[in-house]
């Protein structure tokens, strides 16, 4: 049973690029939350998907922007890219919203 | 804003050690995870408190949950290299369980 894969584990884009960055969650889950870890801080909260739509959405402008697929993978966008969006993502499944997370490895981003 | 402030942020001790971390808010949460990092992985749930007072136990870990529910602490005893990693607290939003906040953890380090 796979847990929850992130690609890819690297990546390292200019300012002012757009990434994408793709989430499979865990078998039997069907809720995707994405969050962005800074270097030497917590896991800030991005948004949630949930039956193809955003349910829930964190402090994040709309250059952050998301979807998902019927088979419950989704994609995290981020557009013209800042030296700040240089982090950790990370993507978390669960079986509705309120259940246990599982965390995916995560995408480490480089903006320069 | 529900915030979690996790102390102390840096930890180093020798194996064999006891030791305490300490998760604090001023906002009352429903439940609290306990969370560790190892670097390059994603966040791996240790346990979740709900009640109140609550004691859990994993194995040398104990997590309280405060009376008030408004904070939390993880104690280990005799330490182990292998307990070395970032321990992060989290909560779920008091608007939207669906939401966790996190806070910036504690970087402890085992040294044998």
């Known amino acids: 049973d796979a847990g929850v894969t992130q690609s890819p584990t690297h990546l390292i884009k200019t300012r002012g690029q757009q990434v994408t960055l793709r989430c499979s969650p865990k078998?039997?889950?069907?809720?995707v939350s994405w969050y962005q870890q800074a270097l030497g801080q917590g896991p800030q909260f991005i948004f949630q998907?949930?039956?193809?739509?955003?349910?829930q959405r964190g402090n994040f402008p709309d250059r952050f922007s998301g979807h998902q697929f019927p088979n419950y993978s989704s994609e995290l966008n981020v557009n013209a890219l800042l030296l700040g969006d240089s982090a950790l993502y990370l993507c978390?499944?669960?079986?509705?919203?309120?259940?246990?997370?599982?965390f995916g490895p995560g995408t480490r981003l480089t903006v320069l | 804003t529900q915030l979690l402030e996790q102390s102390p942020q840096f930890l180093s001790i020798q194996e064999g050690e006891n030791l305490t971390v300490y998760c604090n808010s001023s906002?009352?949460?429903?439940?609290l995870q306990w969370y560790r990092q190892e670097p390059g992985e994603g966040p791996v749930l240790l346990v979740t408190?709900?009640?109140?007072?609550e004691v859990k136990k994993l194995k040398r870990l104990t997590f309280q949950f405060g009376d008030a529910r408004k904070d939390s602490s993880l104690h280990i005893t005799a330490a182990q290299p292998g307990d070395t990693g970032l321990y992060l607290c989290?909560?779920?939003?008091?608007?939207?369980?669906?939401?966790?906040?996190f806070g910036d953890g504690t970087t402890l380090t085992v040294k044998p």
């Open positions: 998907y949930y039956e193809e739509e955003e349910r």
């Open positions: 078998s039997g889950h069907d809720t």
């Open positions: 906002s009352v949460f429903s439940s």
């Open positions: 989290a909560g779920p939003s008091a608007t939207n369980a669906g939401k966790s906040t």
């Open positions: 978390a499944s669960s079986l509705f919203s309120y259940n246990e997370q599982f």
């Open positions: 408190v709900v009640t109140g007072g």
